[in-house]
């Protein structure tokens, strides 16, 4: 069974960073693309970043210039870096992973979601 999990989420002032990480655990996996994405209350939920298989990295308008994805097939893990939060970044991030089991066979490859990391910046 995988499962998706993120952590690093926290209280953070204004100005201040977060490093999210995203964990994927199972046997004889492997994370083939990963994206970022948050939901404010009373908002939906929206895309912040994506890296696709071939490395490639996509940005939403709020998160271009101050946040940056990047994954680690080997240790089937990927990551969102946060730079110079504000008050409207506050919001639960959710990890999005295509994962392949068995690796390499393109024909396995399922959607996970992670549960939510929170992010909470003060106004």
């Known amino acids: 069974q995988v499962q998706v999990v993120e952590s690093g989420g926290g209280l953070v002032q204004a100005g201040g960073s977060l490093r999210l990480s995203c964990a994927a655990s199972g046997t004889n996996i492997r994370i083939v693309a990963m994206a970022w994405y948050r939901q404010a209350p009373g908002k939906e939920r929206e895309l912040v970043a994506r890296?696709?298989?071939?490395?490639?990295?996509d940005y939403s308008v709020v998160a271009r210039g101050r946040f940056a994805i990047s994954k680690d097939n080997d240790k089937n893990a990927g990551y969102l870096q946060m730079d110079n939060l504000e008050p409207e970044d506050t919001a639960l991030y959710y990890c999005?992973?295509?994962?392949?089991?068995?690796?390499?066979?393109?024909?396995?490859?399922?959607?996970?979601w992670g549960q939510g990391t929170q992010v909470t910046v003060p106004g």
């Open positions: 999005n992973a295509i994962v392949e089991s068995p690796p390499g066979w393109t024909t396995t490859r399922r959607e996970y």
């Open positions: 890296v696709s298989g071939t490395g490639r990295t």
